[in-house]
């Protein structure tokens, strides 16, 4: 597609639930990235994935959030027994290699909210 | 530890006044910059990078962005603002956190109001 696209664009979910969120990056990117921003803040790294791998998961808060891209292009970011204070702006964003020295291209993001 | 400072929550400038937005960053090795900007329900949009090369770096929507190394600094400006420029700033720094991986590490951003 033309842009890197997020599905869906806003979510509500019960705390304790489980959630999955969308991600299809510009075709021919090898990079994708998630970002969480909470608000008043700037976006903060999650996860990287290099084609299928993820290249750095360092980013995860803890171990109810996972993220898979199977086949190389499209990505979910799963999300468990989700808590209030998961509520965040979810973006994703693909670059064509990875930062060496092309910029990443952003979604418009995911807006969850745990009520 | 990598990071990035934008020292100011809000900047106001009157349409046709130049703009800075300031930046100010922290890195190990040679800081590769990146401006975004972000309209209301919008996602990020790229508007310049400094990676190598001439101080100045020209960037989308007549933005410019100048990089001082001394200072540690990458202010974000604009000869004559419109209102139409008004959003919210971030400024980002790329962090290698190894084997060739790269990720953002991104300032709080600023709020530009233009006013008419």
Redesign the interface.
């Known amino acids: 597609g033309a842009g890197?696209s997020q599905t869906p664009s806003n979510k509500v979910t019960e705390k304790g639930k489980y959630v999955e969120l969308r991600c299809d990056p510009i075709s021919g990117h090898t990079a994708l990235?998630w970002?969480r921003q909470s608000l008043?803040?700037?976006?903060?790294?999650l996860i990287?994935f290099?084609g299928t791998g993820a290249?750095?998961d360092?980013?995860l808060p803890n171990d109810r959030f996972f993220a898979v891209r199977p086949e190389g292009s499209v990505s979910t970011l799963k999300i468990q027994r989700t808590e209030r204070g998961d509520s965040a702006v979810y973006?994703c964003?693909s670059s064509l290699r990875?930062?060496?020295?092309t910029?990443?291209?952003?979604?418009?993001?995911t807006r969850l909210t745990v009520v | 530890a990598q990071s990035?400072a934008q020292p100011e929550d809000q900047v106001n400038v009157a349409e046709g006044n130049p703009l800075t937005v300031k930046c100010t960053y922290s890195v190990s090795g040679n800081p590769?910059l990146?401006w975004?900007v972000q309209y209301p329900?919008?996602?990020?949009?790229?508007l310049l990078?400094y990676?190598t090369g001439d101080n100045l770096v020209k960037g989308s929507y007549g933005f410019e962005a100048e990089f001082n190394k001394s200072q540690t600094s990458f202010h974000l400006k604009k000869p004559s603002a419109l209102v139409s420029d008004s959003a919210l700033y971030?400024c980002?720094a790329?962090h290698d956190?190894?084997?060739?991986?790269?990720?953002?590490?991104?300032?709080?951003?600023t709020k530009l109001s233009v006013i008419p």
């Open positions: 890197v990235y970002y008043g803040q700037g976006p903060e790294f990287y290099q290249a750095d360092s980013g973006l964003a990875g930062l060496g020295n910029e990443a291209f952003f979604g418009q993001g | 990035v590769y990146f975004y329900n919008r996602g990020l949009q790229f990078k990676i971030f980002a790329r956190s190894g084997a060739g991986s790269y990720q953002l590490t991104f300032g709080k951003g």
